[in-house]
């Protein structure tokens, strides 16, 4: 079974410059999570997907960043402007049915680390 | 809000000896828990979990965790570390609206 992937691996960029990040789960996993992950810290939910639904947002800084799950599969997470506090790594995580998702195990991918100049 | 607390940020042991992580959380309502390991170099995955029944539930590689409902606990224990548990170790709390929160992890490094 192949696991969630996700791109670029890592990501340099300048503060105030844009970046996007790809990620695509399991495949039949309903539930797609974004998480940010500050070196020394866990991670941090940013948004919860279910198919292309958004279940929770309340911790994504919604005048910089966005996500979007079209067709349920595939997602993108999206900083614009980003400023160097957003350094960190970004990890996609799936797992399956999402109305009983706090059941399930989530699988996660290999993150993205960004480094905001 | 829920909360995670991790208590030890690093722990170091040598092989063959007993590990206890400790692991709290704030929330009243029902939880479901999971203990998350990262090996250097690869993804986080899933050591165990709690939903209901049993209190001491069992994960690979011979992990077990105890949960206490009265002190909001979710330790997670080893009898007999071997280097190769030298990782990350997260735990993890769901509510029963799939909210997930993370504590902020043990780095455990084993010597041996």
């Known amino acids: 079974e192949a696991g969630v992937a996700q791109s670029p691996r890592y990501k340099i960029i300048e503060k105030r410059q844009s970046v996007a990040f790809w990620c695509n789960p399991i495949?039949?996993?309903?539930?797609l999570y974004w998480y940010q992950q500050i070196l020394g810290q866990g991670p941090k939910l940013l948004i919860q997907f279910q198919n292309n639904g958004v279940v929770d947002d309340s911790q994504l800084p919604k005048d910089r960043f966005s996500a979007e799950r079209l067709k349920g599969v595939d997602s993108t997470l999206k900083i614009q402007p980003a400023k160097l506090e957003d350094s960190a790594v970004y990890l996609c995580a799936s797992s399956l049915v999402g109305l009983q998702s706090s059941y399930n195990e989530q699988f996660f991918g290999p993150g993205t680390r960004l480094t905001v100049l | 809000a829920q909360s995670v607390s991790q208590h030890n940020h690093h722990v170091i042991l040598s092989e063959a000896a007993s590990l206890e992580l400790g692991c709290n959380y704030s929330?009243?309502?029902?939880?479901?828990l999971f203990w998350y390991v990262q090996y250097p170099g690869q993804h986080l995955q899933l050591l165990l979990k709690?939903?209901?029944?049993?209190?001491l539930v069992k994960g690979i590689k011979g992990f077990e965790a105890e949960f206490i409902k009265s002190k909001f606990s979710f330790n997670l224990r080893k009898p007999s570390v071997q280097w190769s548990d030298t990782a990350e170790y997260f735990c993890?709390?769901?509510?029963?609206?799939?909210?997930?929160?993370f504590g902020d992890g043990t780095t455990l490094t084993v010597k041996p």
């Open positions: 495949s039949g996993h309903a539930t």
């Open positions: 993890a709390v769901n509510t029963n609206a799939g909210k997930s929160t």
């Open positions: 709690y939903f209901s029944g049993d209190p």
């Open positions: 929330y009243g309502g029902t939880v479901n």
